[in-house]
């Protein structure tokens, strides 16, 4: 043990790895890492059993986990992820954006998933504690963030299906990242697919939830064998109300310049509650954008394209910020959102948005997180 933070009664030892990548291993690793590739040299672990409580929290070096086959989370499933940035601001220090609001996420997960809160201070801590050693690992280029990945799963040995499991492990691992989709802001094409559903009512579809997105990746892969980048989610009882495109939140546009407006499909309980989407219906009032929470089918979709009344659509997410949606596939056809080029509501958000991440906008909102 090298040193330690306390957090929330709890202790982080801090036992450094003996092989940290050199300044020049590193450089080399942060020259165009992709999404998801590349990962830091530490992580942080912390213990939970039914009898003790959270305990045994650690930074220590990233490294495989050995689990007993009988692992219940490996069976069962039981596993809650979440996704945020640490981003690297102009004077050299490192913010992370409403990572409040990705630990209150977790616990509502962790609820669904019938397990145990993680306090809101060790979720904060954990980062903290990784970030303290690894923070220059957060690249300096432009559009690269460090994308941090927090996970708990289910570590009671045994196959028994009655119950939730009584012990848990939680990990946090962060991995330098680009930008998400290789194209950068070209606009992608999505498929309209009624052939499966992501979530349904009473389901797990509000949760980050890793079963969710085992079930996602038919969808996309008949996505793309169609020619689209991405899958648009249908709501499960009509098939027909728009819900969200692969792992992001949609917005649409309607209308252009002083009279534009944004809809968003409402929070129904099928749909992942996206922190980046609640950023945007802050931020486009703010901007003289009126956004709207509601419903939208995919024959509104299509005539609003059609009569020009619908202008731009775009994606959100934290990986990808803003994604333009240019073209739209179904099994009834297809059809283009405006030009298919990003419009104007979709870069000026980016762009917000993004500087705001960044640190070269104030923040007005009490958003970023100076973390090292
Ligand atoms: C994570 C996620 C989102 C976006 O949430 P953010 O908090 O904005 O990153 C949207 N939809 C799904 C299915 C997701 O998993």
């Given at each position: 043990?090298?040193?330690?933070?306390?957090?929330s009664g709890l202790t982080?030892?801090?036992?450094?790895?003996?092989?940290?990548?050199?300044?020049?291993?590193?450089?080399?690793?942060?020259d165009?890492?992709?999404?998801?590739?590349?990962?830091?040299?530490?992580?942080v672990?912390?213990?939970?059993?039914?009898d003790?409580?959270?305990?045994?929290?650690?930074?220590e070096?990233y490294?495989p986990?050995?689990?007993?086959?009988?692992?219940?989370?490996?069976?069962?499933?039981?596993?809650?992820f979440?996704?945020?940035?640490?981003?690297?601001?102009p004077?050299?220090?490192?913010a992370?954006?409403?990572?409040?609001a990705?630990?209150?996420?977790?616990?509502?997960?962790?609820?669904?998933?019938?397990m145990?809160?993680?306090p809101?201070?060790?979720?904060?801590?954990a980062?903290?504690?990784?970030?303290?050693?690894?923070?220059?690992w957060?690249?300096?280029?432009e559009?690269s963030?460090?994308y941090?990945?927090?996970?708990?799963?289910a570590?009671?040995?045994g196959?028994?299906?009655?119950?939730?499991s009584r012990?848990?492990?939680?990990?946090?691992?962060a991995?330098?990242?680009g930008?998400?989709?290789?194209?950068?802001?070209?606009?992608?094409?999505v498929?309209?697919?009624?052939?499966y559903?992501?979530?349904?009512?009473?389901g797990?579809?509000?949760?980050k939830?890793?079963?969710?997105?085992?079930?996602?990746f038919?969808?996309?892969?008949?996505a793309?064998?169609k020619g689209?980048?991405?899958?648009?989610w249908?709501?499960?009882v009509?098939?027909r109300?728009?819900e969200?495109?692969?792992?992001?939140?949609?917005?649409?546009?309607f209308?252009?310049?002083?009279?534009?407006r944004?809809?968003?499909?409402?929070?129904?309980?099928?749909?992942?509650?996206?922190?980046?989407?609640?950023?945007?219906?802050?931020?486009?009032?703010?901007?003289?954008l009126?956004?709207e929470?509601?419903?939208?089918?995919?024959?509104a979709w299509?005539?609003?394209?059609a009569?020009?009344?619908l202008t731009e659509?775009?994606?959100?997410?934290t990986?990808?910020v803003?994604?333009?949606?240019?073209?739209?596939?179904?099994?009834d056809?297809?059809?283009?959102i405006g030009?298919?080029?990003?419009?104007?509501?979709t870069?000026?958000?980016?762009?917000e948005?993004?500087?705001?991440?960044?640190?070269?906008?104030?923040?007005?909102?009490?958003w970023?997180h100076?973390i090292?």
């Open positions: 043990m090298n040193s330690s933070t306390t957090t982080f030892d801090v036992r450094l790895s003996p092989q940290r990548k050199t300044p020049q291993q590193r450089a080399a690793l942060l165009g890492p992709g999404f998801g590739n590349v990962f830091t040299d530490h992580m672990t912390i213990r939970y059993t039914e003790k409580g959270w305990y045994d929290a650690r930074l070096p490294g986990l050995s689990l007993d086959p009988a692992t219940a989370a490996l069976h069962y499933a039981q596993e809650i979440e996704g945020l940035k640490a981003y690297r601001h004077d050299g220090s490192v992370c954006f409403r990572p409040d990705n630990a209150a996420r977790f616990n509502r997960s962790a609820h669904r998933m019938a145990p809160a993680l809101e201070d060790l979720f904060l801590g980062i903290a504690t990784l970030l303290e050693q690894d923070a220059d957060v690249p300096t280029q559009n963030s460090l941090l990945r927090p996970f708990m799963f570590t009671d040995v196959l028994g299906v009655n119950h939730p012990s848990y492990l939680f990990v946090l691992i991995s330098p990242s930008p998400y989709f290789s194209g950068g802001v070209a606009p992608v094409t498929w309209l697919g009624e052939d559903t992501r979530a349904a009512p009473g797990t579809g509000e949760a939830f890793a079963g969710n997105y085992a079930a996602s038919l969808a996309q892969a008949q793309v064998e689209c980048d991405q899958v648009v249908l709501d499960a009509e098939h109300w728009v969200e495109m692969g792992g992001m939140n949609l917005f649409f546009v209308g252009s310049g002083d009279s534009a944004l809809l968003t499909p409402a929070l129904t309980g099928t749909l992942l509650p996206g922190i980046t989407r609640d950023s945007l219906l802050r931020l486009a009032p703010e901007l003289g009126p956004v929470e509601g419903r939208i089918s995919t024959g299509r005539d609003a394209a009569s020009g009344e659509v775009f994606a959100c997410g990986a990808a803003i994604t333009p949606v240019g073209r739209v596939k179904s099994a056809g297809e059809f283009t030009d298919g080029s990003p419009g104007p509501v870069l000026r958000l980016r762009e948005l993004v500087a705001l991440q960044y640190g070269t906008r104030p923040d007005t909102h009490g970023i100076r090292a």
